[in-house]
């Protein structure tokens, strides 16, 4: 379908709201390398190319697919920038590998045993949490691929509102990780509900809790690090 100039200036300012949504809810992310209206201008890069690659014959609503591209847009603009230094992502991959390792002890590694375990300050093992965030920007949004090849949003795997699960894999990982994310703590499960489900961005997040957004940023990080070390095992 051919959509005139000026269909196309009616839907960027119906989307554009959404557009301002997304890019505020990464933006925290990036800002010291990308501006806010970078990220705007990706989504609305997305929605554009949504409409000239727009399937009517697969039967999904235009408007989630518009919502679809125009995230893509944003995160493929983040993805594009590279955040830390070489020696920086190497010190995130040590935290991340020693928390699997302690954690196959049964119980989460403590900040203590971790930040003792790798010889480094509870101040430089908090700076890891906040920054796992960005150094894993795809986080809860990236994809686990089923075994037919089809690609499903961690958020769909959760979500209650999706008729995806008629694969039993999927199913028994829904139940699983439901189940890890019970076991976090009541401010963990908040804060990934409120980011994830509610789609407030965290600044929204650090003002519902009445704590700092680095404080936010870093509970946010090691939550991640729970949750992606249980998807790693339960997806290989």
């Known amino acids: 379908m ?9 839907l960027i300012k119906q989307f554009l709201p959404k557009i301002k949504h997304y890019a505020l809810r990464y933006h925290h992310i990036v800002q010291s390398v990308l501006e806010l209206e970078d990220l705007i201008s990706a ?31 944003i995160l493929d603009e983040i993805r594009s920038v590279d955040v830390f230094s070489k020696e920086f992502r190497k010190k995130v991959e040590n935290v991340k ?31 890891v949490y906040q920054s796992i965030t960005a150094s894993d920007i795809v986080s809860l949004d990236s994809f ?17 509102e999706k008729n995806i699960f008629e694969d039993i894999k999927f199913r028994e990982l829904k139940e ?18 409120l980011y994830y489900y509610e789609e407030l961005n965290m600044k929204e997040i650090a003002q519902v809790l009445g704590i700092s957004l680095s404080r936010v940023s870093q509970i946010h990080g090691k939550t991640l690090l729970k949750l992606k070390n249980f998807l790693a095992k339960e997806v290989d």
């Open 2 to 10: 051919l959509y005139s100039e000026d269909d196309k200036e009616s």
């Open 43 to 73: 989504g609305i890069k997305g929605l554009l190319e949504a409409l000239n690659k727009y399937n009517p014959s697969l039967n999904v609503p235009l408007v989630a697919f518009i919502d679809y591209r125009i995230r893509g847009a």
């Open 97 to 127: 590998k020693t928390y699997k390792n302690l954690k196959q002890s049964g119980k989460d590694p403590t900040d203590e045993e971790l930040a003792n375990y790798l010889n480094i300050t509870q101040e430089e093992l908090q700076e």
């Open 144 to 160: 686990v691929v089923a075994e037919n090849g089809d690609k499903l949003n961690l958020l769909e795997v959760i979500s209650d």
């Open 176 to 193: 699983k990780l439901t189940s890890a994310i019970e076991n976090l703590s009541e401010t963990e499960k908040l804060i990934i509900s």
